[in-house]
């Protein structure tokens, strides 16, 4: 299918070689969290949208007052920023969700609609479950599409990803564009493996605050910065609960121990 008739554009802005960030619901949300706070910082406006009904499955049907609304199905949209701050414009990327198929089609369509606006290189985010612990900081890796790009890594300091599969199309985006010789990069988040669950905004700070040079932004992080302190509180609160259950489920208390011995002995003298 012609991926033209897969993308509805609302504007034709002029870009200037503009970098494309895209972003899926992924673990621990690092992806989301990161680029839907770009959203809300920066005054990025409605580029184009991805038509569902290729993709997706309607996810349900509402009815208001009685009344049934049609199918609502996720979104997947693009927004531009002129960047009055870096060399390149940047265009945003956002789906509510991965589809179930088709997602090798989905990187193609997204990749056009780059090529259209004279895309330079395009960037995703992840998340690097590892045995680090939830009080530390997370550290970045980065992986990228060719080796001349292993260099700019080793500039920003990053942390060696070893070998590693990265799931979902936050990682398929970068190997379609390998396929087409475009440069990309993903930056992922160190989140603890026992945590992957739960969202962590402190790994997506870590990724954004990378992501801002590669970008060419001018980034107040801030309010993000402030969630994640609220956010390692919460977890180290979650920890301590758990280990109390834990404690209370898997140890028996020595007084309890000892009225099992009295209770024994007094048997035995009947």
């Given at each position: 299918?012609?991926?033209?008739?897969?993308?509805k554009i609302?504007?034709?802005?002029?870009l200037r070689?503009?970098n494309?960030?895209?972003?899926w619901?992924?673990?621990?949300?690092?992806?989301l969290?990161?680029a839907t706070?770009?959203?809300?910082?920066?005054?990025?406006?409605?580029?184009?949208e991805?038509k569902p009904?290729?993709?997706f499955?309607?996810?349900g049907?509402l009815a208001?007052n009685?009344?049934?609304e049609?199918?609502?199905f996720?979104q997947s949209?693009f927004?531009y920023?002129?960047?009055p701050?870096?060399e390149n414009?940047?265009?945003?990327?956002i789906?509510d969700?991965q589809?179930?198929s088709?997602?090798?089609?989905m990187?193609?369509?997204i990749l056009?609609?780059?090529?259209?606006?004279?895309m330079n290189r395009?960037?995703?985010?992840?998340a690097?479950m590892?045995?680090?612990?939830?009080?530390?900081q997370?550290r970045v890796?980065?992986v990228?599409?060719?080796a001349?790009?292993t260099q700019?890594?080793?500039?920003l300091?990053?942390?060696?990803?070893?070998?590693?599969?990265i799931?979902?199309?936050n990682?398929?985006?970068?190997g379609v564009?390998?396929?087409?010789n475009i440069?990309?990069m993903c930056l992922m988040?160190?989140v603890?493996?026992y945590?992957h669950?739960?969202?962590n905004?402190?790994?997506?700070l870590?990724v954004l605050?990378?992501?801002?040079?590669?970008?060419?932004i001018?980034?107040d992080?801030?309010?993000l910065?402030m969630?994640a302190?609220?956010?390692?509180q919460?977890?180290?609160?979650?920890?301590s609960?758990?280990m109390e259950?834990?404690?209370?489920y898997?140890?028996?208390?020595?007084?309890?121990?000892?009225?099992e011995?009295?209770?024994?002995d007094?048997e035995e003298?009947?």
């Amino acid at each position: 299918m012609d991926t033209r008739e897969l993308i509805k554009i609302h504007a034709r802005p002029k870009l200037r070689q503009p970098n494309l960030l895209a972003a899926w619901p992924g673990v621990s949300g690092v992806a989301l969290i990161a680029a839907t706070y770009l959203l809300d910082k920066l005054p990025f406006k409605d580029l184009a949208e991805i038509k569902p009904m290729y993709f997706f499955e309607p996810i349900g049907v509402l009815a208001r007052n009685n009344i049934v609304e049609a199918p609502s199905f996720p979104q997947s949209r693009f927004f531009y920023l002129k960047n009055p701050s870096g060399e390149n414009d940047v265009i945003l990327f956002i789906s509510d969700a991965q589809p179930a198929s088709k997602a090798y089609e989905m990187a193609n369509a997204i990749l056009d609609l780059g090529i259209r606006f004279h895309m330079n290189r395009v960037y995703t985010c992840a998340a690097a479950m590892t045995r680090i612990h939830h009080t530390e900081q997370p550290r970045v890796r980065g992986v990228v599409t060719n080796a001349a790009m292993t260099q700019e890594l080793a500039s920003l300091g990053l942390a060696r990803a070893g070998n590693l599969q990265i799931s979902g199309l936050n990682g398929l985006l970068l190997g379609v564009a390998k396929e087409r010789n475009i440069d990309g990069m993903c930056l992922m988040g160190d989140v603890p493996s026992y945590s992957h669950r739960i969202q962590n905004p402190m790994a997506a700070l870590a990724v954004l605050n990378t992501l801002k040079p590669l970008l060419g932004i001018d980034l107040d992080t801030g309010d993000l910065a402030m969630v994640a302190q609220e956010a390692q509180q919460r977890m180290k609160q979650v920890a301590s609960e758990a280990m109390e259950d834990y404690i209370d489920y898997f140890t028996e208390p020595i007084w309890e121990q000892g009225e099992e011995y009295y209770d024994d002995d007094e048997e035995e003298e009947d």
